[in-house]
């Protein structure tokens, strides 16, 4: 049985958000990477909780067989966006595009997040906008300014 089907019911109960899944081999080894999120982030305690109740459902289904890695995490705060959905819930935020082919002749693209539907994206830069579409996009991923964000730290 495929891996999602098995533990996106585990992580839905649990009031996270299935992010990513991989089950591939790495350095001689399976491994099987799960991310997952929800509104204001995930904690470790979260994060510690759901890799033992998405473990024995594995282990209970008999998921994979022979050894492999189960790593559960965070996107973290600088994170991929691939869907739809990822960039609508970024809207605001300064992202880092890349694209497959030019758009207005550029193939990468660091601004903010002005809008996102079901057709592409639009980010705003330092002379305009532009209107990129999902099957132009290669990567993309936010942007934090660390120097900001480390004078606002406690010290």
Do not use: H, Q
Request: proline letters at 5%; hydrophobic letters at 35%; aromatic letters at 4%.
């Amino acid at each position: 049985m495929e891996a999602e089907t098995l533990i996106r019911p585990v992580i839905e109960g649990s009031g996270l958000e299935l992010v990513d899944i991989a089950f591939r081999r790495e350095s001689g080894r399976k491994v099987l990477r799960v991310v997952v999120d929800r509104k204001g982030g995930v904690d470790v305690d979260t994060i510690a909780e759901l890799a033992e109740k998405v473990s024995r459902r594995l282990d209970v289904e008999g998921f994979a067989p022979g050894p492999y890695a189960l790593e559960v995490s965070s996107p973290g705060i600088e994170r991929s966006l691939k869907r739809p959905s990822d960039f609508e819930r970024r809207v605001g935020d300064t992202v880092k595009v890349k694209t497959t082919t030019p758009v207005d002749g550029r193939t990468n693209m660091t601004g903010e997040l002005v809008s996102a539907d079901d057709d592409g994206i639009v980010v705003a830069l330092g002379g305009g906008e532009l209107c990129v579409r999902y099957a132009d996009i290669a990567s993309a991923r936010t942007v934090v300014d660390w120097d900001a964000e480390l004078k606002g730290s406690p010290r």
